[in-house]
């Protein structure tokens, strides 16, 4: 269902939109606790995105624990590690085609289903719960060569603090860097209710003492000191182009490839996408 939210880009009037945003405040109104319970169903439930790709020969299954939930591990190839995380309402399917090119080139590509995606276990997400899930899988593995990660799985890498994924080489596919405004727009294009999400993100943020406030991987982004490449689609619909070529201005270390005729997804797998893989090894034998 969350999807249909977070996923929704109406540009004019929307009597759906209407019709969610006075149900969601009607229903906060009349039955406060039921509302909340049920928003949190609604919004913070991923939908498990069936797989894209086929499976690579000699792609080994694993499990890693994570108080979210058992995360779902995916690993090809030999070498140092590069670890590779989705987005919201994604699966490492997407990655297939790039983790074959990764272990192609001598490493061990090792991506992750985050809680409520994928095969892995639990059923909510949200960036804290990301955020868990990367620290879990650093956790996991020592020789960490560098991260890929997809649109709100950016976010979730620039927010770990984790030692072991400190200044690696980072590829960003439609990062999400811009989250809490990206957040917002969501909502607010959605007509849900923005009392009844804020007392939702309020439960989050008293479980997780995560103020939502805290949130900023923009900042983080240009506070890296690390090779960093942007592979993003200029007609993006759901992740800000502009924040990108931002990014690429004001940080040194941060490139940026554009593209066109992808999309936010299909971009995963792009030509360019495999190419920017292979400069940004390059650029960290460099380093």
Known sequence: MSNKIYFNTPGR????????????????????K???????????????????????????????????????????????VWLITHGWSGSTSQFFPLMEHIAAQGFTALAFDYAGHGESGGRYGHLPAFVNAMDAMADSVDNIAGIVAHSMGSAAVLESKHRNLKDKPLLLVAPVVNYLDNLMLMIQRSGFSIKLFNEVISEVESQYQYPLQSIDPQKRLIERQAPTMIVHD??????????????????????????????????????????????????????
């Open 34 to 80: 039921h509302a909340i319970k049920t928003a949190k169903k609604l919004l913070l439930t991923p939908a498990r995105l069936k797989a894209k790709n086929p499976d690579p020969q000699n792609l080994i299954r694993g499990k890693v624990a994570c108080e979210e939930g058992p995360l779902a591990t995916y690993s090809l190839g030999e070498g140092p």
């Open 13 to 32: 009037f929307s009597v759906k939109r209407s019709m969610v945003n006075v149900t969601t405040r009607l229903h906060h109104t009349i039955a406060r």
């Open 234 to 287: 200029s007609e993006d619909k759901f992740a800000n182009h502009s924040i990108s070529v931002e990014m690429s201005e004001q940080s040194q270390w941060v490139d940026l490839i554009s593209v066109q005729g992808y999309g936010h997804n299909r971009i995963m797998k792009a030509d360019e996408t495999m190419q920017a893989f292979e400069r940004l090894v390059e650029k960290s034998l460099l380093k």
